[in-house]
């Protein structure tokens, strides 16, 4: 009798509970309630019980129907490593730069068509002109010509791309010092079978 009282050592081929720190994934049915049984029993299986149940385990419930499983694990992002931080901000900013050229380039084309500039110019040089000579007063087309807007967008793209990536890994750095003192970010992944 007293044999029941002690401990059962684990099959050998088990994994050791809490190996690395972290536990085993757990696995609801769809609907099966999240927290203790009626009865204060444990929700959790016994010591010798397998974690997950078995594959046929669904299909028996709900009169032959199979019900989906949802596998929870909860996970810690504890260092972003700036190297990779680096390369992947470098390529997006690179991206942005490209969009915000491209839209300069497509909104210029756009209002030039519509005649914008022409009458924009064409104001000016009625505002700012000598009046009856036509000469003097302001051309707009030597602010926003088209070679001018795209130098200036190029130029914000460049220094775009070196602010966003310098930042991005200033922000790793920064992120992995607090994680050191906080324990990281806890994320909690579901997968649904």
């Not at 299909?59 to 390369?87: C, E």
Request: hydrophobic content about 40%.
């Amino acid at each position: 009798m007293s044999a029941m009282g002690s401990n059962v050592p684990p099959p050998p081929n088990a994994p050791a509970p809490g190996a690395g720190g972290y536990s085993q994934p757990t696995t609801y049915t769809k609907g099966q309630p999240r927290g203790g049984r009626a009865g204060g029993a444990p929700a959790g299986p016994g010591p010798g019980a397998p974690r997950r149940p078995a594959p046929s385990a669904p299909a028996q419930q709900g009169g032959g129907g199979a019900m989906g499983r949802l596998r929870k694990a909860r996970l810690r992002v504890v260092k972003a490593d700036p190297w990779s931080v680096m390369k992947v901000s470098f390529l997006l900013s690179l991206a942005i730069g490209v969009i915000m050229i491209v839209a300069a380039a497509v909104l210029w084309t756009t209002l030039d068509s519509l005649g914008v500039f022409d009458s924009v110019g064409k104001t000016l040089k009625d505002v700012t002109g000598s009046g009856t000579g036509g000469t003097g007063g302001i051309n707009i087309m030597d602010y926003v010509g088209f070679g001018t807007v795209i130098t200036y967008t190029a130029l914000i793209a460049v220094v775009d791309v070196v602010l966003l990536t310098a930042l991005a890994t200033l922000s790793a750095f920064i992120y992995n010092a607090a994680a050191g003192f906080t324990g990281g970010i806890e994320l909690t992944l579901a997968e649904e079978e």
